[in-house]
């Protein structure tokens, strides 16, 4: 029990502390997209991204996926690029199979992305309680981090009367700005 306590302070701890830039600003843009009326289809899509990751940090522990570091910081790049592009295209907060879809990929990215914290902490050999005590640090973390997200936009467009479409192409100009300078930069 301690294994999996400890494991989930780090794991979340880890993401709250903005000690990793990219699997922060990809939640910010997933939760930015959403009002606090779509709860239902940001629960659903959540829970896609949240599915996804389990499974990208699991098959990085399994070793059937070995990225280098350079690739695994692509691929997040690259997930923040999506997420931005998804955004300017999908003007409400509605779930589909596609973004079902869509957000379990990017969740598989998020877990592998998040694997190079948890490789370096846990080490290279595979134990199921720390695992499990790291996934539910990051789920909680990534619960936080979006719904805030979530929950800050609907006050800024509600303090602001602002359209969800126009306050989705800025925070997603943004986001898709940082991707690009992030993917300059490091490639």
């Not at 999996?4 to 910010?28: D, K, Q």
């Not at 490789?119 to 990051?138: D, K, V």
């Not at 789920?139 to 009367?161: A, D, G, N, R």
Request: hydrophobic content about 55%; glycine content about 8%.
């Amino acid at each position: 029990m301690n294994a999996i306590l400890s494991n989930l302070e780090i794991a979340f701890y880890h993401l709250i502390s903005f000690s990793s830039f990219e699997p922060f600003m990809l939640l910010v843009l997933f939760g930015v997209t959403f009002q606090l009326r779509d709860w239902k289809a940001y629960l659903s899509l959540f829970l896609a991204l949240t599915i996804g990751s389990i499974v990208g940090l699991l098959v990085c522990n399994l070793d059937i996926l070995n990225l280098s570091t350079a690739t695994i910081k692509l691929l997040l790049a690259t997930a923040i690029l999506a997420i931005g592009i998804q955004n300017l295209m999908v003007s409400n907060g509605s779930a589909s199979t596609l973004r079902y879809n869509f957000f379990a990929l990017l969740g598989i990215v998020l877990g592998i992305g998040i694997h190079l914290h948890y490789q370096r902490h846990s080490g290279s050999s595979f134990t199921i309680y720390p695992f499990i005590g790291y996934n539910l640090g990051a789920t909680l973390s990534y619960l936080l981090i979006s719904f805030v997200s979530m929950l800050l936009s609907s006050l800024t467009m509600l303090v602001f009367k602002t359209d969800r479409r126009s306050f989705n192409l800025v925070v997603s100009g943004i986001g898709i700005g940082i991707a690009l300078v992030l993917i300059y930069l490091r490639y």
